[in-house]
Every structure is written in structure tokens, then in C-alpha cells.
């Protein structure tokens, strides 16, 4: 899990570069669209929506964009039809990577994304070459200090409230809960005078890769980056870990 915790806190710092492009926007509003075409516009009675909702709020997303992403997706306004598609492949060193894709064209989406791979050093799999390394989970992260509670308090409140593990360290928390547990664990929690850092549904590989040689780590995370950069990338999920110490020297 350490491997999601590092590349989540690099895309942090990445989404405030993002969002002043607007490109930050463009994927959430996207994300607002399928959610509400996929399960309707009402944020009450589909979670999807409610959660990519709550995302662009956190992102400071004007309402009426995300107003118009909601109609969009439920056909009562005109919009681009966009069609979702997971993308496999491995990186450097062998690092498994998961991508979710919403394009309105395939047949130039695939070659675009194929490229970075290659380009990297890496190849695009076969569905379902990576995917079984992953589990669908809820991430609530919190910077534990500011919460005023120490650890074993913070692990009974997650606990009681339907979090299935909790993780700390370097005085970060991460909470875990089952996709369908989410947004009754964050009220909780919430409820409970706790803000987070990130709020999430998120990928989470079940072992990590040790990417240890510096030329390798800094290929990969260039390869991460174009294609959080691609325009039909919505999330890229990966299971390296890269140690802390070579991280900050790059």
C-alpha cells in the first residue's frame, strides 16, 4: 500500500499545477458526466456521483460546471459520448500499471497510450494481465496531528465507524473501507470534527514492486506522469514502491 500512498501524494502536489491548468477540472467534470449517466443525476441514490461530486468541491469546481457535467451525463443537455475502458500494462522493472480511460475515439486513444509505454520501456498487456493484482477500495487520508487525537484513537473512531484497516506513518493516516462503506465512514468521521487530505476511491494493489535504481524510478514516474497527463486518462493506479530516501533525491 505504500507504493499507492507515495504516487497519491505526488499526484497531490501535481493536481494544484493541474487544476490552475484547468485540466484538473476537465477530469472531474468528465468523471461527473459517466457517473451521472451511468447511474442518474440524483447524488442521493448514486454514490458514484456523490463521490465525484465531493471531489470537485474539494477542487473548488464552480457549481454550475458541475451542474452542467450532471445534465450532460443524463442527457439533458447535449454532450460528447464518451466511452469507458480499463487499459493494462507494465512499466519498468516490471511495475504493474492500471489505467481508467473514458474516450470518445478508441482507435486513436489505444496507439496514444501504447506510445508511452513503449517509450518508456514498458509494454500495454491484455486485459486483465494486471488487474487481479488490485483491490477496489475507499482511501481517507489524514494528517493525523491536525486531528488533536493520537493514534489508537484515531484506529477505535475509524474502526467503529466501518473502516476496515488504518495505516500510519510519518504521521499520515490511511484509512481503508470497502467501496461501499465509504461515504458512511467519511460522515462519520467527519462528524467527528475530522477534515482529510484526500477522500477516495481508489485501486490498491495487493503487493508492491521495490523500484530501487534511481534511472529506472525517474522513467517511471516520467511514464506516470504523461499519462496522468493524457487527456482520456482519468486515474492510473501502479504498484511500485520507490524508497523514501530516492524519492526526495529526485
Not at 457549481?63 to 447535449?78: F, M, W
Not at 475507499?138 to 491536525?146: C, F, Y
Not at 493524457?230 to 511500485?240: L, P, S
Request: with cysteine.
Amino acid at each position: 500500500m505504500s507504493g499507492h500512498s507515495k504516487w497519491a501524494n505526488i499526484k497531490h502536489r501535481k493536481s494544484k499545477v493541474d487544476a490552475q491548468r484547468g485540466k484538473l477540472f476537465t477530469k472531474i467534470g468528465r468523471e461527473i458526466l459517466l457517473a451521472a449517466k451511468a447511474g442518474g443525476g440524483d447524488p442521493n441514490t448514486n454514490q458514484r456521483l456523490k463521490t465525484a461530486i465531493a471531489r470537485a468541491r474539494e477542487a473548488n469546481m464552480p457549481v454550475d460546471n458541475i451542474q452542467r457535467c450532471v445534465l450532460r451525463g443524463t442527457g439533458e443537455l447535449d454532450s460528447v459520448s464518451f466511452e469507458e475502458i480499463t487499459y493494462e500494462g507494465y512499466g519498468p522493472g516490471g511495475v504493474a500499471i492500471l489505467l481508467n480511460i473514458a474516450t470518445d475515439n478508441r482507435n486513436r486513444t489505444a496507439p496514444e497510450i501504447r506510445h508511452l509505454f513503449s517509450r518508456a520501456g514498458g509494454s500495454l498487456g491484455e486485459s486483465g494481465c494486471v488487474a487481479w493484482m488490485f483491490k477496489r477500495r475507499g482511501v481517507l487520508t489524514i494528517d493525523l496531528a491536525a486531528t488533536g487525537r493520537d493514534e489508537d484513537e484515531l484506529l477505535l473512531l475509524a474502526l467503529d465507524a466501518g473502516a476496515e484497516d488504518v495505516e500510519v506513518e510519518d504521521g499520515t493516516a490511511e484509512i481503508y473501507t470497502q467501496p461501499e462503506d465509504f461515504e458512511q465512514v467519511k460522515e462519520s468521521l467527519s462528524g467527528h470534527g475530522i477534515s482529510f487530505v484526500r477522500s477516495e476511491i481508489s485501486m490498491i494493489p495487493d503487493n508492491t514492486i521495490e523500484v530501487g535504481d534511481g534511472e529506472q524510478a525517474a522513467t517511471l514516474l516520467r511514464l506516470m506522469d504523461a499519462l496522468e497527463d493524457h487527456d482520456d486518462v482519468q486515474d492510473v493506479y501502479a504498484n511500485f514502491d520507490i524508497p523514501e530516501e530516492l524519492l526526495e533525491s529526485m
